[in-house]
């Protein structure tokens, strides 16, 4: 007997192919002098890269407001295509894609108001996209400081230098990231 896939063993990574957009790791101009620079792997319950999930990032403002940036993509005139950002506004979204060896980063301003990046992460096998913070300070946080202190370290980034911060993504096993359920 021979069983045919179900809608959900089929969800592949398509959102690959629809969702990126050119600049979309750039959420504050380039050049501009408080840029930080948030990069790591994706990896999966093996241990092994991921090399076509995808990750969006919110954040608030430097001065803390949360309204974001609306109207700084841009499309060709001639074929209606996106382009990319404006480059030169600071929307607090991001939506990167991992490279062939698991890898993103993101370029941004350092968040107001909260010490963290919020993430979100989509990847092959999962049915529902999940849900994660970078923190780049451990600082008193009450969803911080709720998550057990042998889990805590999952939510830190790591400061390798000054402005750039490495946070790593585990989507299951040893190490596994703190997921946030908003069910």
Not at 44 to 71: F, I, K, M, N, Y
Not at 100 to 105: L, N, V
Not at 161 to 174: C, N, S
């Amino acid at each position: 007997m021979s069983l045919v896939p179900t809608p959900s063993q089929t969800v592949g990574p398509f959102y690959g192919y629809a969702l990126p957009f050119p600049g979309g790791a750039e959420v504050a101009p380039v050049g501009h002098p408080d840029l930080i620079t948030v990069h790591g792997y994706v990896y999966d319950g093996a241990g092994q890269p991921v090399p076509d999930a995808l990750l969006e990032t919110w954040q608030p403002a430097p001065d803390g407001s949360r309204g974001g940036a609306p109207g700084s993509m841009r499309r060709d005139p001639v074929t209606g295509r996106i382009v990319g950002r404006d480059g030169v506004t600071f929307t607090g979204f991001g939506r990167i894609a991992t490279d062939a060896d698991g890898h993103y980063a993101v370029r941004t301003l350092p968040p107001g108001g909260v010490p963290y990046l919020c993430v979100l992460v989509f990847a092959r096998g999962l049915l529902h996209h999940l849900y994660t913070r970078a923190y780049l300070r451990a600082e008193e946080d009450a969803l911080l400081s709720a998550v057990p202190a042998e889990r805590r370290g999952t939510l830190l980034a790591v400061e390798e230098r000054p402005g750039t911060y490495r946070f790593d993504i585990r989507l299951q096993g040893p190490g596994e990231t703190v997921f946030l359920d908003f069910g």
